[in-house]
């Protein structure tokens, strides 16, 4: 072997060396950056000797957390209060909640990152505090109309919203894109009244029910009122259509905004109750609180002559204060309610009249659809329950079970 040989056999010998302790390093780093980095809470109870105590799993503490930055962990523990306290079955704050900093207000607008907050005394625009952020919690906006918070004013008419007050309760909806993500419509809010037309547009009993399903599963009381009363032209055929929900136990109010049939008794169900109004558009609520309570600038909009229904005026919640103690939520048009979440099998818990005589039915599992053996069709033949409710509950089961 020459002696150029051997030099290129020793730089090749010493090339593979260097490689493979750059290999042994590149993976040592590596398991180093995958590691946790994490260190012993040092806030135990002075009471507490470590030494003295054999299985640390007794103590309710956490041996180690993440390292994280000081605005990181302060936003998830603010994630998981509003995830704890936005649940509808919770209706009333917990008792010893701290209270929130900053001066309190109330939303009456939210919009894209920009709140209307009503201090009392006047109505400033504020933004959010960055660690309120909720990418990690199941909603799609973290301030909703209806939240008490805590404002930081600037000094020049504006201010930041610092903290949320625990919410008693929520109206939410899926969102458009997102299915498993919601919006909240509104927050600590008492009843939802659910407005319908007689006509134009056409009375929708389908939508009366998802509206009522929806506010048994949010566990708020619901109104139905039945607007354009003024186009009743058969009391016998509206009798007959309002019937199973009166019979349900179901306050059914009738009003008109042309001869004021049924005013006075919707602003005394309206009375100090802070009231989500949903229904179609078109259908007249924004005219209905304008009468409620004359002097509210709310935007109206004619019935569309080829649909056959309103046109979207709405565009966002507003919180709106009545004079008489209470207040109302005009929400967003919705053409579609979805109930999502809801499973099929679970669809007839939410009609009373049909889950009073599901056990009846020959196949535990009954859809109550087209089985033989079903007590239910049996008691819709029977009369005992009506055929309008019962065509809408197979209209949403059918919707659920796709």
């Not at 309760?169 to 899926?174: L, Q, T």
């Not at 619901?222 to 058969?234: F, R």
């Not at 889950?355 to 089985?371: G, L």
Request: aromatic share 6%; with cysteine.
């Amino acid at each position: 072997m020459s002696d150029k040989q051997v030099d290129r056999y020793v730089k090749g010998m010493k090339k593979a060396e260097r490689q493979q302790k750059l290999r042994s390093a590149n993976k040592k780093m590596k398991r180093n950056q995958s590691s946790k980095r994490t260190r012993r809470k040092d806030w135990l109870p002075n009471s507490v000797d470590p030494d003295a105590i054999e299985d640390w799993d007794e103590l309710e503490y956490e041996q180690e957390e993440r390292i994280m930055p000081l605005d990181e962990s302060e936003r998830r523990r603010t994630v998981e209060r509003m995830a704890f306290y936005s649940t509808a079955d919770a209706p009333e704050a917990p008792e010893g909640a701290p209270e929130i900093e900053g001066t309190p207000g109330l939303v009456i607008e939210a919009g894209k990152g920009i709140y209307r907050v009503d201090l009392g005394d006047r109505v400033i625009l504020c933004g959010l505090r960055g660690n309120l952020s909720v990418e990690e919690s199941s909603f799609m906006n973290p301030v909703a109309v209806g939240d008490e918070v805590g404002v930081t004013e600037d000094g020049v008419g504006g201010g930041v919203i610092e903290a949320i007050a625990p919410r008693r309760s929520i109206v939410a909806r899926p969102d458009s894109f997102y299915k498993h993500m919601r919006q909240i419509l509104a927050a600590n809010v008492d009843q939802l009244l659910i407005v319908a037309a007689w006509r134009n547009p056409q009375i929708w009993l389908e939508m009366i029910d998802r509206y009522l399903i929806f506010a048994q599963r949010n566990d708020l009381p619901a109104v139905i009122c039945v607007n354009k009363a003024d186009l009743i032209d058969d009391e016998a055929e509206f009798d007959a259509t309002m019937a199973p929900y009166l019979e349900q136990g179901y306050t059914v109010i009738r009003t008109s905004v042309v001869n004021g049939e049924g005013v006075d008794t919707l602003r005394e169900q309206l009375h100090e109750r802070a009231t989500v109004l949903t229904g179609m558009s078109g259908v007249g609520k924004s005219s209905l609180i304008s009468v409620v309570q004359p002097g509210l600038e709310l935007r109206t909009s004619d019935v569309s002559e080829f649909w056959g229904e309103g046109r979207h005026t709405t565009t966002q919640a507003t919180w709106l204060k009545l004079a008489d103690g209470g207040a109302v939520v005009d929400t967003p048009g919705i053409r579609e309610f979805g109930l999502i979440g809801l499973e099929p099998d679970e669809l007839a818990g939410f009609f009373p009249e049909i889950d009073a005589v599901a056990s009846d039915c020959r196949f535990r599992n009954c859809q109550h659809v087209s089985e033989p053996g079903c007590a239910v069709q049996a008691a819709v033949e029977a009369g005992e329950i009506a055929e309008s409710r019962y065509h809408n509950y197979k209209l949403i089961y059918q919707s659920l079970a796709k």
